[in-house]
T-cell receptor, first 113, second 113 residues
Framework: GDSVTQMEGPVTLSEEAFLTINCTYT??????LFWYVQYPGEGLQLLLKATKADDKGSNKGFEATYRKETTSFHLEKGSVQVSDSAVYFCALSDAGNNRKLIWGLGTSLAVNP | GAGVSQSPSNKVTEKGKDVELRCDPISGHTALYWYRQSLGQGLEFLIY????????KSGLPSDRFSAERTGGSVSTLTIQRTQQEDSAVYLC???????????FGPGTRLTVT
């Protein structure tokens, strides 16, 4: 079945450092891909999405490109802030599967001032 | 506008008791999902409702779990004869019929003692 693998954390960075969180997927169809973020004490929020190959999702300085050839959707940000400290989840959704979200295990990010 | 709401926010129950968790989706959202977030298992799909169609119950972990959605809006997840392994955060999400993006409620933290 469909699955998502993302890099294990925790990831600890200094403010203004470059961030990459790797995410790869396995799917039989043509899924949409998502990054969700969970800030401390808060619920899951959609960060960005891409619905087809070569699409780039972006929001709040974060970007991810849907790469069909490498089945990847890596999350990047050029300069992280302390306020970016959170848990990041990669997920896929397939129309053939009721669009339910299949999740990675999450990557915890801590940004130090 | 109003987001997805869930109640209660926290629930502590004794092993063997039944619990009911409530979800109010975003108005106009025809699709509704329940997920479970636990330390050992990450995020797991439980059940999906879409309009008047038969629900997709493929993620329910046992027959102690059931859910209903009344009038195409509010949903209730019921866990009978709770066990300690049911302790988790139960998340509800909704989306429109034509999109992939799901919007999450704040969750109900269930603790079974």
């Amino acid at each position: 079945g469909d699955s998502v693998t993302q890099m294990e954390g925790p990831v600890t960075l200094s403010e203004e450092a470059f961030l990459t969180i790797n995410c790869t997927y396995t799917a039989t169809g043509y899924p949409s891909l998502f990054w969700y973020v969970q800030y401390p004490g808060e619920g899951l929020q959609l960060l960005l999405k891409a619905t087809k190959a070569d699409d780039k999702g972006s929001n709040k300085g974060f970007e991810a490109t849907y790469r069909k050839e490498t089945t990847s959707f890596h999350l990047e940000k050029g300069s992280v802030q302390v306020s970016d400290s959170a848990v990041y989840f990669c997920a896929l959704s397939d129309a053939g599967n009721n669009r339910k979200l299949i999740w990675g295990l999450g990557t915890s990010l801590a940004v130090n001032p | 506008g109003a987001g997805v709401s869930q109640s209660p926010s926290n629930k502590v129950t004794e092993k063997g008791k039944d619990v009911e968790l409530r979800c109010d989706p975003i108005s106009g959202h025809t699709a509704l999902y329940w997920y479970r977030q636990s330390l050992g298992q990450g995020l797991e799909f439980l059940i999906y409702f879409q309009g008047n169609s038969a629900p997709d119950k493929s993620g329910l972990p046992s027959d102690r779990f059931s859910a209903e959605r009344t009038g195409g809006s509010v949903s209730t997840l019921t866990i009978q004869r709770t066990q300690q392994e049911d302790s988790a955060v139960y998340l509800c999400a909704s989306r429109t019929g034509s999109t992939y993006e799901q919007y999450f409620g704040p969750g109900t933290r269930l603790t079974v003692t």
